[in-house]
């Protein structure tokens, strides 16, 4: 009895293998293809983008990009307080203003966080900014006593039936 040649079995599985990836490749291609065409079938997205293509804007009432209503801007929802422009400019460019809300902390964990930033996501050196920034989060969105949990509020309660 012969035994089978396993180089030449692997080289065999290789090239089934590479056929195998280019075919569902084409396919993908193909299914990306036809659910663009569903979405836009005039293809509007490839016509008239050349140097004379008219640019479209909407227009921004300056008014409304950094309206305070009651005391809060609108747009990000920070308290209207010193050093709000400095913590908008600088923090709201990487991440939502409701992630800087929720994140309540001393000055240190501020710090810390700032840090971290800088150190694992590219943060700039915020320079003279920092202690601003710092200064108005502490002051505006100080950190919770919790105690051991939160007292439960505005609980709709229901009885378990048999």
């Given at each position: 009895?012969?035994?089978?040649?396993?180089?030449?079995?692997?080289?065999?599985?290789?090239?089934?293998?590479?056929?195998?990836?280019?075919?569902?490749?084409?396919?993908?291609?193909?299914?990306?293809?036809?659910?663009?065409?569903?979405?836009?079938?005039?293809?509007?997205?490839?016509?008239?983008?050349?140097?004379?293509?008219?640019?479209?804007?909407?227009?921004?009432?300056?008014?409304?990009?950094?309206?305070?209503?009651?005391?809060?801007?609108?747009?990000?929802?920070?308290?209207?307080?010193?050093?709000?422009?400095?913590?908008?400019?600088?923090?709201?460019?990487?991440?939502?203003?409701?992630?800087?809300?929720?994140?309540?902390?001393?000055?240190?964990?501020?710090?810390?966080?700032?840090?971290?930033?800088?150190?694992?996501?590219?943060?700039?050196?915020?320079?003279?900014?920092?202690?601003?920034?710092?200064?108005?989060?502490?002051?505006?969105?100080?950190?919770?006593?919790?105690g051991r949990r939160e007292v439960l509020t505005d609980i709709d309660w229901y009885e378990l039936k048999d």
């Amino acid at each position: 009895m012969k035994k089978p040649n396993h180089d030449k079995l692997k080289q065999e599985f290789r090239g089934f293998y590479r056929v195998l990836i280019l075919t569902c490749t084409i396919v993908a291609i193909f299914a990306v293809g036809l659910i663009y065409l569903l979405v836009d079938p005039d293809l509007s997205a490839f016509k008239n983008n050349g140097p004379d293509a008219e640019i479209v804007t909407v227009p921004v009432e300056e008014d409304d990009f950094d309206k305070i209503e009651n005391g809060i801007h609108v747009r990000t929802g920070f308290v209207d307080a010193p050093g709000m422009m400095e913590t908008v400019q600088n923090c709201t460019n990487c991440h939502s203003a409701k992630l800087v809300i929720q994140n309540r902390m001393n000055k240190e964990r501020w710090k810390a966080t700032i840090r971290w930033m800088q150190e694992t996501q590219n943060l700039w050196d915020l320079g003279k900014n920092e202690d601003i920034i710092i200064d108005y989060l502490v002051t505006n969105y100080p950190p919770k006593k919790k105690g051991r949990r939160e007292v439960l509020t505005d609980i709709d309660w229901y009885e378990l039936k048999d």
